[in-house]
């Protein structure tokens, strides 16, 4: 029976690795199902037209974009007003009011060196354009001609630079007795406020139908984030790609899970059940752009069209006759910026926006991610360091796990204080396997030890790892946050090295996709292996040779397997096994277990060379 213990220990150890490499192949994000193509007519320009059903609700333009020339000469091209607050600057294109160029003042590029802010918005023509229109579709006797497009020239009315104090006041007279306003304003953080309004100066009904568009060349324009943002490493725990609420639920789909539109086939599109209180955009790692309808039912669509290798999602609202003499207003959100928690929880709470703090991608075990990450962040508010509120947190968890705990380790110590016994029955019984395990029965029935109690705290942990490395992963926070010494980035692997004595040769790492990289461990994913090696030597050693050296070798083969993860992470794994150690040698010595460790190893080794 011990020998049968002790392989449901290794196969507990084992599967927790093999689910922990292959968690992200075998279980992907679940996708939601996409309907079947829509057909839309084409106009001659490349617009998409409203459908012929009474134009019910608006279709947005499908916006042309080339790359043929820099991210500067495009900005150059048209004229501008500027964006300026404490937290992001920018300026929008008064060619089609686009929201085009937007850089986050908080967050640099690269760790340490604040010459480089990360770039959100780009205009069309540059390179990763990426940008947000606001429009009306045309409806009943109109055509594009009659409304605004993404090539219109608005005039300024009010306002020579955007801040949270001062909105910018845009105008366009059509010449046929319409004439557009829009006004934008900005608060502190990243959310805009659009108003859209029509005066009819004409003599009969307009029909007319608000949309809003987010367009973006290629995957979340990854080439304007900086290398860091640019790699998931190929895996599942990561999405990027579409997002949205839809009143009732919040889904997303891929990137290459949106359906793909060439303009000879027409438009294939997504679309997403008419909603009021919801909202659409596209989410990367750590940015997000979304677009939030105020008090107005929309449908929320999005598109891929392969031809451009553009991306498009839209809000597309009902259409609006405006009578004679009439003035209508309409009123949309855009949120583009950093995901902070604290931030789009506020507006969650504040604002109104319907679950917005699930833009964050808390996967799978969200009721456990979700509250984990909530209590990280406090302590951190409370710290001052992330990395210290991380060890708070495994102080926590240990605390409130230590009932299971503490009769798992009571259990440990007894099997531990029985191993002379059990040596002695495989002595006596040899490859009496039946007999073998009777007598090892009988033993545990009369001490009254339970042999299973000890896989209890591995099986509570998987999940645990899994939330904790899905927040250190995922979420904002853990970005550039330092810890002590040299790590200044809990979200990357530590980067001191082995290979390189810890930085006291003159030499550098391996490359990042260099197999050999595994070798270049640092000082945290060394202390995780000796933390892990001391916590094992409290266990009760196996009495068969292939599982003794299998039991040997895990913690070093875990130490190199675990070292290229987020450092963040590792601190969790080096406070929990020191904490675990403690709470057991002083649980086995309160139960009369001498665990003398370095003793026991003397005697071993002294044993070995005679």
């Known amino acids: 029976m011990q020998d049968d213990n002790n392989k449901n220990m290794i196969l507990a150890s084992v599967l927790s690795m093999l689910v922990l490499l292959m968690w992200f192949y075998f279980f992907p994000q679940e996708q939601p199902q996409v309907p079947a193509k829509d057909q839309l007519a084409l106009s001659n320009t490349g617009d998409v037209v409203a459908p012929s059903a009474g134009g019910v609700v608006a279709t947005a333009p499908t916006i042309a974009t080339t790359v043929a020339e820099t991210r500067e000469v495009a900005l150059a091209k048209t004229q501008r007003v500027y964006i300026k607050t404490n937290r992001i600057e920018g300026s929008l294109s008064l060619t089609g009011a686009r929201i085009d160029d937007l850089k986050l003042l908080d967050y640099n590029v690269r760790l340490n060196d604040p010459s480089e802010k990360v770039t959100l918005l ?14 009306f579709s045309p409806a009943g006797s109109l055509s594009f001609a009659d409304v605004p497009t993404a090539s219109t020239i608005w005039s300024v009315k009010d306002g020579d630079i955007l801040t949270p104090s001062t909105p910018v006041s845009l105008e366009w007279d059509n010449g046929k007795g319409l004439v557009f306003q829009r006004i934008i304003s900005v608060d502190t953080d990243y959310m805009f406020s659009i108003t859209q309004s029509v005066q009819n100066n004409t003599n009969g009904d307009v029909a007319l139908a608000p949309y809003g568009l987010i367009a973006q060349k290629g995957p979340i324009s990854r080439a304007a984030y900086g290398r860091e943002e640019s790699s998931t490493r190929g895996v599942y725990i990561l999405h990027e790609g579409l997002i949205y609420q839809d009143g009732e639920k919040r889904d997303q789909i891929d990137y290459k899970k949106l359906p793909k539109q060439t303009l000879a086939e027409g438009a294939s599109f997504f679309s997403a059940p008419a909603t009021k209180d919801g909202w659409i955009g596209f989410t ?3 940015w997000m752009t979304t677009l939030i309808p105020d008090n107005s039912s929309f449908k929320a669509v999005s598109k891929y069209t392969e031809n451009s290798d553009q991306y498009q999602a839209e809000t597309r609202q009902p259409k609006i006759t405006i009578l004679p003499g009439q003035t209508i207003e309409v009123q949309s959100r855009l949120f583009a910026g950093a995901k902070e928690y604290s931030t789009i929880k506020a507006y969650e709470k504040d604002s109104g926006v319907l679950e917005f703090v699930d833009s964050i991608d808390w996967g799978l075990f969200f009721f456990i991610t979700k509250p984990m990450f909530a209590v990280l962040h406090w302590l951190n508010s409370v710290i001052g360091n992330m990395g210290w509120a991380i060890i708070a947190l495994t102080l926590l968890i240990k605390t ?3 009932p299971l705990a503490y009769k798992s380790f009571v259990s440990m110590a007894r099997m531990k204080e029985l191993q002379p016994e059990m040596e002695k029955l495989k002595e006596k019984h040899g490859d009496d396997r039946q007999a073998m395990q009777k007598a090892t029965m009988e033993i545990y029935r009369t001490k009254k030890v339970n042999p299973a109690a000890g896989c209890l705290p591995i099986i509570l942990q998987i999940p645990i790892f899994f939330s904790l490395y899905k927040v250190i992963f995922v979420t904002l926070e853990l970005r550039h946050a330092p810890f002590i010494g040299w790590l200044k980035d809990l979200s990357v692997p530590d980067p001191s090295s082995l290979l390189n004595l810890f930085g006291l040769m003159p030499w550098g790492t391996p490359d990042p996709t260099n197999f050999f990289v595994i070798l270049s461990i640092g000082v945290w994913p060394i202390l ?13 050693s196996p009495t068969d040779k292939t599982q003794a050296m299998i039991f040997a070798w895990m913690p070093w083969v875990f130490m190199f397997m675990l070292g290229g993860f987020a450092s963040g992470l590792v601190i969790y794994w080096v406070a929990n096994n020191t904490l675990t150690f403690l709470q057991q040698y002083t649980i086995m010595r309160s139960q009369g277990v001498n665990p003398d460790i370095l003793g026991n190893m003397f005697k071993r080794f002294k044993k070995e060379e005679s």
């Open 528 to 540: 995780m292996g000796i933390t892990m090696w001391l916590q094992q030597k409290l266990n009760p």
């Open 122 to 135: 780009s205009p069309a023509g540059g390179p990763a354009a990426y940008y947000i229109l606001h429009g």
């Open 400 to 402: 409130l796990l230590f």
């Open 284 to 286: 990367g790692k750590y």
